[in-house]
């Protein structure tokens, strides 16, 4: 059975920093894209970040700069770094395996207020 543990998340001030973590179980993690997607209040779920088996990255352009996700094979773990935080980027994070119709955790909220 796949799960999907994420922490991290929490009140931060705008131009903090925090860093997410997700810990897989039941998957064979290491030939896995890995995903980060955000769901904000009255929105939909987006995609955050991706990254590969090979560990190329994709974010989308409201992160580029901000984010970096990152892995760690032997851990079974993946990482989300969030600096420069925005108010925007208060969301539910999620991390996931499969795409939007895959296996999804139950995320960490993380809000980014003054």
Same mark, same amino acid.
């Given at each position: 059975?796949?799960?999907?543990?994420?922490?991290?998340?929490?009140?931060?001030?705008?131009?903090?920093?925090?860093?997410?973590?997700?810990?897989?179980?039941?998957?064979?993690?290491?030939?896995?894209?890995? /995903?980060? #997607?955000?769901?904000?209040?009255? +929105?939909? !779920?987006?995609?955050?970040? =991706?990254?590969? @088996?090979? $560990? /190329?990255? #994709?974010?989308?352009?409201?992160? +580029?700069? !901000?984010?970096?996700?990152? =892995?760690?094979? @032997?851990? $079974?773990?993946? #990482?989300?770094?969030?600096?420069?935080?925005?108010?925007?980027?208060?969301?539910?994070?999620?991390?996931?395996?499969?795409?939007?119709?895959?296996?999804?955790?139950?995320?960490?909220?993380?809000?980014?207020?003054?």
């Amino acid at each position: 059975q796949v799960q999907l543990v994420e922490s991290g998340g929490g009140l931060m001030q705008p131009g903090g920093s925090l860093t997410l973590s997700c810990a897989a179980s039941g998957i064979d993690f290491a030939v896995y894209s890995i /995903n980060w #997607y955000r769901q904000a209040p009255a +929105k939909q !779920r987006e995609l955050v970040a =991706r990254i590969g @088996a090979t $560990n /190329n990255t #994709y974010y989308i352009d409201s992160v +580029k700069g !901000r984010f970096t996700a990152s =892995r760690d094979n @032997a851990m $079974n773990t993946l #990482y989300l770094q969030m600096n420069a935080l925005r108010p925007e980027d208060t969301a539910v994070y999620y991390c996931n395996v499969g795409g939007a119709g895959g296996y999804f955790g139950r995320g960490t909220q993380v809000t980014v207020s003054s």
